[in-house]
Antibody
Framework: QLQLQESGPGLVKPLETLSLTCTVSGGSISSTNYYWGWIRQPPGEGLEWIGS???????DYNPSLRSRVIISVDTSKNQLSLKLTSTTAADTAVYYCARHGAYGVERHFDSWGQGTLVTVSS | DIVLTQSPGTLSLSPGERATLSCRASQSVSSTYLAWYQQKPGQAPRLLVYGASRRAAGIPDRFSGSGSGTDFTLSISRLEPEDFAVYYC?????????FGQGTKVEIK
């Protein structure tokens, strides 16, 4: 059974870089059928897609965050990572990693991690 | 960019009643890439429907999706206690994933 687990600091100071890792188990991040994405949810608010990555490093980013986001993949560790620079309080959110299909009709997020809360505060 | 607007913001219903949730796109979109998710407090979203009308694995048949163009609907035929949650629609297009703002289905 596929499992995704986010990890990283729960508290980040303003203007510093938020760094998270998602470890995938029960499946290979190198599968050619899937992309792996990051989605966030501010407390009490809705969902915002941050970006997605393919096993070969190809990425798609939300234009609203593109200038501050780097998503990378480490196939040897079956992990993907998120870096968000120049953080502000507005980046406080639960951050989820999730899987979506790479082709055709399979562009929905079918597996999600449990999420991790990151608070940006001094 | 596509904007998804969900209505109503909150739906107050009793168990056993039918729920009808709307998702309207700012321009016509392909139903192939329209999905619905359910989220309960403290949990990650769960995929319910994809391709506008295809139920995901393990989703009860009381959940059904329909629609095309700019107007999509998620229906829950008879609300069970575990169905009270927030529901999001989501669209994929041109390497962008967009979510609606959500509809909360609460117990009346």
């Amino acid at each position: 059974q596929l499992q995704l687990q986010e990890s990283g600091p729960g508290l980040v100071k303003p203007l510093e870089t938020l760094s998270l890792t998602c470890t995938v188990s029960g499946g290979s991040i190198s599968s050619t059928n899937y992309y792996w994405g990051w989605i966030r949810q501010p407390p009490g608010e809705g969902l915002e897609w941050i970006g997605s990555i393919y096993y070969d490093g190809g990425t798609d980013y939300n234009p609203s965050l593109r200038s501050r986001v780097i998503i990378s993949v480490d196939t040897s560790k079956n992990q993907l990572s998120l870096k968000l620079t120049s953080t502000t309080a507005a980046d406080t959110a639960v951050y989820y990693c999730a899987r979506h299909g790479a082709y055709g009709v399979e562009r929905h997020f079918d597996s999600w991690g449990q999420g991790t809360l990151v608070t940006v505060s001094s | 960019d596509i904007v998804l607007t969900q209505s109503p913001g909150t739906l107050s219903l009793s168990p056993g009643e039918r729920a009808t949730l709307s998702c309207r796109a700012s321009q016509s979109v392909s139903s192939t890439y329209l999905a619905w998710y359910q989220q309960k407090p403290g949990q990650a979203p769960r995929l319910l429907v994809y391709g506008a009308s295809r139920r995901a694995a393990g989703i009860p048949d009381r959940f059904s999706g329909s629609g095309s163009g700019t107007d999509f609907t998620l229906s829950i035929s008879r609300l069970e206690p575990e169905d009270f949650a927030v529901y999001y629609c989501q669209h994929y297009g041109r390497s962008l994933w967009t979510f609606g703002q959500g509809t909360k289905v609460e117990i009346k």
